[in-house]
């Protein structure tokens, strides 16, 4: 029995160091001699989870289950080798058997069973793990793990305030708790340059944190899609003018216009601040496509003025709306294959270390501007035919629905409406967000298309 313990301490240290082939080594050496020991078996199925084998884990947690059915642990085991085979059927109805061999309140089944409801993320299910982990709270006060579960279910039944409370009660018993540091660090609640500043506290702890130094990617990411987007919104209000206004005041309003995107260099100018000194460099050479062609965008709707200006006459002409439209066309459809480069890459960098809300977010980042974008554009679109310029309310619609087809592309290629609803908090709703606005964007493209091909463009009057 003695020898037993010591090679499950021996293991169990290995492990905990982030030795793995030799915890598996002491544990598979230990099973020549005795490959009936349940307990073996158990251990072995923890260590393949650490580095996840759910295949391993699993046909060990089945072993130590074959060997000792009355002992709960190794259910647990199993529901947890499920639970990362993505079986969370089976995972919820192992541990619920486990729990009724235990019998009384289990803590650490009540916490497996908590995670299991957690990941199948419908509200009946977010509730009811609420409720649990409230409960292994109640069992075990000192828990740092629980706490940060805890607060992660808070935050996805958008319940903030609470989140917090439990982020602050876990870093209490634990101030090093790389989860709830990261958790602190992302929170949409905190202002962009404090959540850098707690990503660079997390890898001063911990240099080799994959999660922080992607969650600072997506920060810097972040910054850039905001200012990018500055600048699309304003393609679209310079759209909107070719609508009613007439050439000779089009001038002056369109410089005007322009002339007022110098805030956009003060957009999250904090966190930008914030980030090490080189930072943004190295990802901009990290992501050469994506960084120029956002400069492209910009490049190209900075163009539309002078170009106006050039072909301007004595009364103003017709090729000059022509260019500035195409432009403003162009302009946007640069922007939109930069949101698409941008979300791409964040998708490919984050494995192995994804995190679905991660990338939910960085989908979300923009897509309240362009919904509201793509809902005002065809208000004023229907005004649009009531003015002397019918044509260029084709040039709208385009412009706003081409500047959002990065969202389609995201949610259908990244993150499809069937993926996203199974491995994201709240999914059923945003797939259905997804099949709606898809049809919406499809239907202002045709539409734009449509105005263009049958109404001339023409001189507004003055």
């Known amino acids: 029995m ?63 289950v074959d060997l000792e059915p009355d002992q709960p642990w190794w259910w647990l085991r199993l529901s947890s080798a499920f639970a990362g085979n993505n079986d969370l059927q089976n995972a919820e109805s192992t541990i619920r058997y486990s729990l009724t061999i235990a019998g009384g309140e289990w803590a650490p089944g009540l916490y497996q069973l908590g995670c299991v409801l957690y990941d199948q993320a419908e509200p009946e299910q977010l509730d009811q793990a609420e409720q649990l982990f409230r409960k292994v709270v109640e069992l075990s006060p000192e828990n740092a793990d629980v706490r940060y579960m805890l607060a992660s279910t808070f935050a996805a039944r958008e319940k903030g305030l609470d989140a917090e ?51 600072l990617e997506s920060e810097y990411f972040r910054i850039r899609v905001r200012r990018y987007t500055a600048w699309w919104l304003m393609g679209v209000a310079d759209a909107a003018l070719l609508l009613w206004i007439p050439q000779a005041i089009y001038v002056l309003c369109v410089i005007a216009l322009w002339l007022s995107l110098f805030f956009v260099a003060y957009v999250n100018i904090d966190a930008k601040k914030a980030l ?42 017709v090729a000059g709306t022509i260019a500035a439209s195409t432009l403003l066309v162009v302009s946007s459809v640069a922007y939109s294959f930069y949101r698409w480069l941008v979300i791409r890459a964040r998708h490919k960098s984050l494995s192995p270390e994804r995190d679905t809300n991660d990338l939910r977010n960085l989908l979300a980042e923009g897509t309240g501007a362009a919904t509201y974008v793509l809902f005002i554009a065809g208000g004023l679109a229907r005004l649009g035919f009531n003015a002397a310029q019918s044509a260029a309310t084709g040039v709208l619609l385009l412009t706003a629905s081409l500047g959002s087809v990065w969202w389609w592309i995201a949610w259908n ?42 109404h001339d463009f023409m001189l507004v009057p003055i």
Not at 287 to 313: C, E
């Open 165 to 215: 409370q439990q982020i602050d009660a876990g870093l209490a018993i634990d101030p090093f708790h790389t989860n709830l540091l990261l958790m602190r660090a992302t929170s949409p609640s905190r202002p962009a340059d404090g959540r850098v500043k707690s990503l660079l506290g997390v890898l001063h702890l911990n240099p080799g944190e994959a999660r922080a130094r992607a969650s």
């Open 276 to 317: 090490p000194k080189g930072f943004s460099r190295h990802m901009d050479r990290k992501y050469a496509v994506a960084t120029w062609t956002g400069w492209f965008s910009i490049a190209v709707s900075v163009s539309v003025p002078f170009v106006v200006f050039a072909l301007y006459g004595d009364h103003g002409t």
């Open 2 to 64: 003695d020898g037993l313990e010591m090679v499950i301490d021996r293991s169990e240290a290995f492990l905990l160091t982030g030795r793995h082939e030799r915890a598996l080594a002491v544990l598979t050496h230990a099973l020549a001699s005795e490959p009936d020991n349940a307990d073996l078996h158990g251990q072995l199925s923890r260590v393949f989870a650490s580095s996840e084998d759910w295949k391993g884990a699993l046909d060990s947690a089945q072993r130590a």
């Open 413 to 454: 290629s990244v993150m499809p409406p069937h993926k996203l609803a199974r491995a994201v908090n709240g999914g059923t709703r945003k797939a259905w967000q997804s099949a709606a606005l898809s049809l919406l964007v499809l239907g202002m493209i045709v539409a734009g298309i449509f105005i263009i091909a049958t």
